[in-house]
């Protein structure tokens, strides 16, 4: 049916200008010609362009995912261009930072991935710290603090070399520490252990349901006994009626 609709298109007879009769035979004409040809099946050397094509346009996807910093939307939009020294060290002179700032070494990291279930965004982005300065407390209350106002202060950015290139603008010296592990390692403890210990598990993997972990020789019978006395001289009285077979007093 596609194919005749096709063919139809190609003769070019808008319906607006013919009567219903002549569209009737322009109808049979369509459905009466003959069905193309499939295509060719495309060779490997084709296959392997269009496996390649896809798993970039995967990877690119990924990697803009894995952006936490700079909007997609963002990130689109091409950069203008910048005129720098060859040293980028030197714009540093253009910063106005007191001079005790300058010379201060930074430490660009990955923060760790969270132990919990929560996912993995916060330990996607790189960020610029620095090292603590002299701090004071206060020995009556144990409050601690400094006059250092960038101990606290972090900078997010996509990338290490984003970050080491922002630091070696404003003059700071850079340490730039490896990329943190992500590799999912998976217990071997489950917490159906709570309930059906590891060992008995496997006993029961070795000999079956006739293992002999859950035997009871006592099953349904009462495990009552009577109590002793304070001084383990006789067993204490029963209230109520006497027991069969006790020894009367």
Not at 37 to 49: A, F, G, H, I, V
Not at 59 to 82: H, N, S
Not at 94 to 121: C, D, F, G, H, Y
Request: charged share 25%; hydrophobic share 30%; glycine share 6%.
């Amino acid at each position: 049916m596609q194919s005749a609709l096709r063919a139809c298109g190609r003769l070019g007879t808008s319906r607006l200008q013919v009567t219903a009769p002549a569209t009737h035979h322009l109808w049979y004409r369509c459905l009466s010609a003959p069905p193309q040809k499939p295509p060719p099946p495309p060779s490997p050397e084709e296959l392997e362009k269009m496996v390649s094509a896809s798993e970039s346009h995967v990877e690119e996807i990924r990697a803009g995912t894995m952006k936490k910093v700079q909007p997609f939307l963002v990130a689109d939009v091409p950069d203008l261009p910048t005129y720098l020294p060859q040293k980028e060290e030197e714009m540093a002179v253009l910063n106005e930072q007191p001079a005790n700032q300058r010379a201060r070494k930074v430490t660009i990291r990955q923060k760790a991935q969270t132990a919990m279930q929560s996912a993995a965004n916060k330990s996607y982005p790189w960020y610029i710290s620095w090292g603590s300065q002299e701090r004071w407390s206060n020995p009556l209350m144990g409050w601690t603090s400094t006059a250092d106002p960038l101990s606290n202060q972090q900078l997010a950015f996509d990338t290490a070399e984003e970050a080491a290139r922002f630091a070696k603008r404003q003059g700071w010296a850079v340490s730039i520490e490896p990329p943190i592990s992500r590799e999912q390692v998976l217990g071997t403890k489950k917490y159906a252990f709570n309930f059906l210990a590891e060992d008995v598990e496997n006993k029961l993997k070795r000999e079956g349901t006739k293992t002999k972990q859950f035997t009871n020789p006592g099953y349904t019978a009462s495990n009552w006994f009577q109590p002793l006395k304070y001084h383990g001289d006789g067993e204490c009285e029963q209230h109520g009626p006497p027991r069969e077979g006790a020894k009367k007093k």
